[in-house]
């Protein structure tokens, strides 16, 4: 069973940063892809940024360049969001998952087996 933890979230000024942290553990040897995704209600999950765990090769979201950068640390057990020039849009739910498998679409959320519970990102003007 795989494990997942998110935190950093929190309430910001618009142009500020934050980095998310996501701490898994259980089988993750299992995994292959590890990503950030991000929801506000009403919406579907929004696929922002992943990296392919071996390699630490990441793919963005083109609503996201440039400003979101992910990463994992060496014994790639912490997965990590650094969001720099925060905008109010940004305001969200982010949430951390992992794959099984290949994913066809590397920021499909439903290739994604494992998620945490979340962590809320509030942006205010």
């Known amino acids: 069973l795989v494990k997942l933890v998110e935190s950093g979230g929190g309430s910001v000024q618009a142009g500020g940063s934050l980095r998310l942290s996501c701490e898994f553990s259980g089988f993750i040897e299992d995994t292959y892809y590890m990503g950030w995704f991000r929801q506000v209600p009403g919406k579907e999950r929004e696929g922002i940024a992943t990296?392919?765990?071996?390699?630490?090769?990441?793919t963005y979201a083109d609503s996201v360049k440039g400003r979101f950068t992910i990463s994992q640390d060496s014994e790639q057990k912490t997965l990590y969001l650094h969001i720099k020039n925060l905008k109010v849009e940004d305001t969200a739910m982010y949430y951390c998952?992992?794959?099984?498998?290949?994913?066809?679409?590397?920021?499909?959320?439903?290739?994604?087996?494992?998620w945490g519970q979340g962590t809320q990102v509030t942006v205010s003007s």
């Open positions: 998952a992992a794959a099984r498998s290949y994913p066809i679409d590397l920021l499909g959320a439903t290739y994604y087996a494992y």
């Open positions: 990296v392919y765990r071996e390699t630490g090769n990441p």
